[in-house]
């Protein structure tokens, strides 16, 4: 179905190709997984297939490519998305349209599909990807999962012989993701190719055929399912590959908690969590912020409401939970972004102003909160450039951050982890002493899964709560020390992971 | 989930080139003829097309509106002189604007995208023209969000500007204008890979079509215009 | 250069007509009485030169400005207004704006600035009839319910002179925001590669 033959790709204005000598033979019917580290080629080689590039982002092909016996390079996208379906990782900025319907027969119409037609194509995509609670629904009213959903159904409405998915659960939680193999398993069974690039493997592990593995541009190794699914531990992580089996968390942490005798919280569940921490109350003058009670509404609806809850200080603290769930929120009324009925106790009860100074939450949509022209300008926001003490400490932090290089940089040319780099830089040098995170591991491999969660434990001292919100277990298994768990906007007490 | 794909062939559903059509009329007698009763006579037929076509909250809006500018103009006469000059500077722009709101609304609220741009593409409308219309519709609320998040960022960060009012417009433009550049591609291409633009013309789900309540409620429209032109 | 609008020039349209108009529609609605309408022109020249200036250095092609204009010229001249007439203002201001930036093909920050402060001016279709369309004017006032002298006084302050008046103010702010936006051209937008 799909034959590269000595494929590669230089894109306009770099010297080093992004991809060489790939060649490879993908049966029909088959399920590959393109793997390898941040910046492998896995993206460009998903480029190739899908005419995005040279069609959308310039540059040269080396080699020869067939896809379901068409030469990507001789048609347009257009003309090609006809026979290969794409999803990319944002759900959301994939929707054209403003309602379900419409979204559903965008192709459709575009490929000057007949009306018959269509409508047949509409009834067997909504049953086969059951969707039908979502239908006449506007767009703007799904989570990431069910957007990410109608827009796999969307191209599955223009019956592609060959899928291209380029990490396609990098916004997802569990359940969305549980979503996800429902639709990909879905699709392997109507016989179509699939081709998926990802860094999350644990959900792909058993679907998958065969796995391709990628390093600096290069195919360096092929494993069967089976093969890939027999690789160790350690050997995977020399690779830079996250697990293919994530284990559930709550289990985890009760075993862990009862067997340290730990201290804050007795680690029970999620629900019980709450009331047993009521009975084995932490010592009041241990190091902790006490969050007496915090309710949080939005539109006449109380998203968030927590009571009693201990948040050590100095230890990395996950908040999970499903998308939906309130952490957001949880946040932002902790933090004082937004209005809420608080009574935080820290050496006393902070009002709003008083968290809102000493917060600094590094938000997803972390381009959002960058707003200088350097590295540099950013982390100084708002202070004298000339002021020689502070320039010496922003350098420090910068280096110790591994930012030093980038620092006359624009934010908005940084990867995302260095921009979310960048974001700690400022709070540390703003003196922030909550350090908030939310959902920070969106898309990422393992190495920088591991950075990122070695630089939270070396910040840990140097602020005084550090609360991550994520739905990645895998993640939080990785590098938390405290979980809470929130489910229907009540958390449960901290109990220990390590 | 038979609503979305049948609705539209529903009796009483007007094609949406009739309700523009209507919109154009509505303005002729406002703008041109002025005549107090004939506009308001226009504003109830409007009125009474919206409930036929089931958007009942845009009619319950409608009607508060007026019942609240009719009260407070009852009320205010009362009322010190300079506080009525400004009552009088307020509330024309809406006495003004509400009779062509009403097809405005009837238009907006029963009319799916993909229905108006089907009567359009009848009306000889090439897709290319339509592109940048419907990417308008779809990213106002996304920047809406967008210009949200931005602000409240900046609270958080204290980055408001210390009272420069330049720095605070360079603080929301620069995270608002980058992150557009960035959805407006990602979208360019997840639209490419689904086809968008292959053809001169799309084909739609829902043909509209003119039916019998097209006429009437031109007709009712036209008698109206007619009847303003003569008093 | 190319004369034909990819699907990409018309999405980046889509995208930026969202914020343009966008800010002018929001900014209509805060300024929703007779007399402060007008004052749309110079707040509005005075906002929106970062996002016309990027807007141009991201098309960089003929049309690109006009089908922003026609964008605007449909949702506030047809939609909202319901009037052809208005529609056509704002489509013409925005051709002649086009035609300006087509001059320097684009690059020319000077001719792109002159084609800013000319597209500063597409809203006097909206807020023009005051001074043009007086007997207008002052008929709708009085047949919507207010006395003859409210309709005569506000037209009284519509003269030549306050019209002079209203188009500096706008070349003014219109030129300000120019500034602003060609600073963050430099500093921002052409630094992260974007423009």
């Known amino acids: ?498 | 989930m038979t609503s979305a794909i049948e609705a539209p062939a529903g009796r009483f559903r007007l094609d949406p080139r009739t309700k523009l059509l209507l919109l154009v009329l509505m303005n002729v007698v406002v703008y041109s003829y002025g005549n107090a009763l004939f506009i308001y006579l226009g504003v109830a037929f409007g009125a009474l097309l919206l409930v036929v076509a089931g958007s009942l909250r845009a009619v319950a809006m409608l009607t508060a509106t007026y019942a609240v500018l009719f009260a407070i103009d009852a009320v205010i006469g009362a009322a010190p002189g300079a506080v009525v000059e400004l009552w009088n500077g307020l509330s024309l722009s809406f006495f003004v604007a509400l009779p062509t709101a009403v097809y405005a609304l009837l238009l907006v609220t029963t009319t799916t995208m993909s229905e108006l741009a089907a009567a359009l593409q009848k009306l000889r409308v090439p897709t290319a023209a339509m592109i940048p219309l419907l990417v308008f519709v779809r990213f106002v609320p996304a920047v809406a969000q967008d210009f949200r998040a931005i602000t409240t960022a900046m609270r958080l960060r204290g980055a408001t500007g210390g009272g420069n009012p330049l720095r605070a417009m360079e603080y929301v433009y620069v995270p608002l204008l980058l992150g557009l550049v960035r959805t407006g591609d990602q979208l360019t291409v997840a639209a490419l890979t689904r086809g968008l633009g292959r053809f001169r013309t799309r084909t739609y789900l829902v043909e509209p079509r003119f039916g019998v309540v097209d006429v009437l409620a031109v007709a009712v429209m036209v008698a109206l215009l007619v009847a303003a032109s003569r008093a | 250069m190319s004369f034909s609008l990819s699907v990409r020039d018309l999405i980046t349209i889509g995208v930026f007509s969202a914020v343009y108009l966008g800010a002018y529609v929001i900014l209509s609605g805060v300024l929703f009485t007779p007399w402060l309408f007008i004052l749309l022109l110079p707040i509005g020249a005075l906002l929106m030169a970062p996002v016309y200036l990027l807007f141009i250095a991201r098309t960089q092609k003929p049309f690109a400005i006009t089908v922003l204009g026609l964008v605007a010229a449909v949702i506030a001249g047809l939609l909202v207004y319901g009037s052809v007439l208005i529609a056509l203002v704002n489509l013409g201001v925005a051709v002649v704006a086009d035609a300006i930036a087509f001059a320097g093909r684009y690059r020319s920050l000077t001719l792109n600035v002159i084609s800013y402060v000319v597209m500063s001016f597409w809203v006097l279709g909206q807020v023009g009839p005051l001074w043009v369309a007086r007997d207008w004017w002052r008929e709708l006032t009085i047949t919507s319910g207010y006395s003859a002298d409210y309709a005569d006084g506000s037209l009284d302050l519509a003269t030549p002179l306050s019209f002079g008046l209203l188009v500096v103010a706008t070349i003014v702010a219109a030129l300000v925001s120019s500034y602003v936006a060609r600073d963050m051209l430099d500093r921002h937008f052409r630094r992260a590669g974007v423009a």
């Open chain 1, 1 to 498: 179905m799909i034959t590269l033959d000595e494929a590669g790709f230089t894109f306009e204005g770099s010297e080093q190709p992004a991809l060489a000598d790939v060649s490879v033979e993908i049966a029909a019917g088959e399920l590959v997984l393109v793997c390898g580290r941040s910046g492998c080629g896995k993206s460009t080689l998903l480029k190739l297939l899908n005419g995005v590039a040279p069609g959308f982002e310039e540059g040269e092909v080396a080699g020869s490519i067939r896809v379901a016996d068409i030469d990507p390079g001789q048609v347009t996208m257009q003309e090609l998305s006809a026979t290969v379906g794409s999803v990319f990782q944002h759900p959301r900025s994939q929707l054209f349209s403003i309602d379900t319907v419409d979204e559903l027969l965008f192709g459709c119409g575009n490929h000057r599909v007949d009306r018959e037609v269509m409508l047949g194509r509409l009834d067997e995509t909504v049953a086969a990807f059951g969707i039908e609670e979502f239908l006449d629904r506007s767009t703007f009213r799904l989570s990431g999962g069910e957007a990410q959903k109608i827009v796999c159904a969307s191209t599955h409405m223009n019956r592609p012989s060959v899928y291209v998915l380029d990490e396609p659960s990098a916004n997802l939680d569990d359940g969305a993701i549980d979503q996800l193999v429902e639709v990909l398993v879905a699709l392997k069974r109507s016989g179509a190719t699939i081709v998926v690039a990802e860094h999350r493997l644990h959900y792909l592990a058993d679907l998958c055929d065969r796995v391709l593995y990628l390093d600096e541009g290069r195919l360096v190794a092929q494993y069967t399912g089976d093969e890939f699914r027999a690789l160790d531990d350690d050997r995977r992580s020399t690779m830079g590959l996250r697990a293919t089996a994530v284990e559930q968390l709550s289990a985890d942490g009760d075993g862990d908690g009862a067997g340290d005798g730990d201290d804050v919280g007795d680690g029970d569940g999620a629900g019980e969590g709450r009331a047993a921490s009521g009975e084995s109350a932490p010592d009041p003058t241990a190091d902790a912020v006490t969050v007496e009670r915090l309710r949080c509404r939005r539109r006449r609806r109380t998203i968030v409401d927590v009571a009693g809850l201990e948040l050590p200080k100095h230890s990395v603290i996950a908040l999970t939970g499903p998308n939906g769930v309130g952490k957001s929120t949880f946040l932002a009324g902790l933090s004082g972004a937004m209005k809420a009925d608080a009574v935080v106790d820290d050496g006393g009860k902070l009002s709003r102003r008083q968290r809102l100074r000493r917060s600094f939450v590094v938000m997803q949509d972390v381009h959002q909160q960058l707003f200088g022209e350097s590295v540099l300008d950013e982390v100084l926001l708002g202070h004298d450039l000339d002021d020689e003490a502070r320039l010496a400490q922003a350098d420090d932090v910068l280096t110790s951050l591994g930012l030093a290089s980038r620092r006359d940089v624009h934010p908005y040319c940084l990867s995302g982890g260095e921009k979310q780099r960048t974001a700690v830089a400022a709070a540390l040098l703003a003196n922030t002493r909550y350090l908030l995170f939310d959902e920070p591991t969106s898309g990422i491999d393992l190495d920088h899964m591991t950075r990122f969660g070695r630089l939270l434990q070396e910040i840990k001292g140097s602020v005084d709560l550090v609360i991550v919100a994520t739905h990645d277990r895998e993640f939080v298994r990785s590098c938390a020390d405290h979980v809470v768990e929130l489910s229907a906007g009540r958390a449960s007490a901290p109990y220990r992971l390590r």
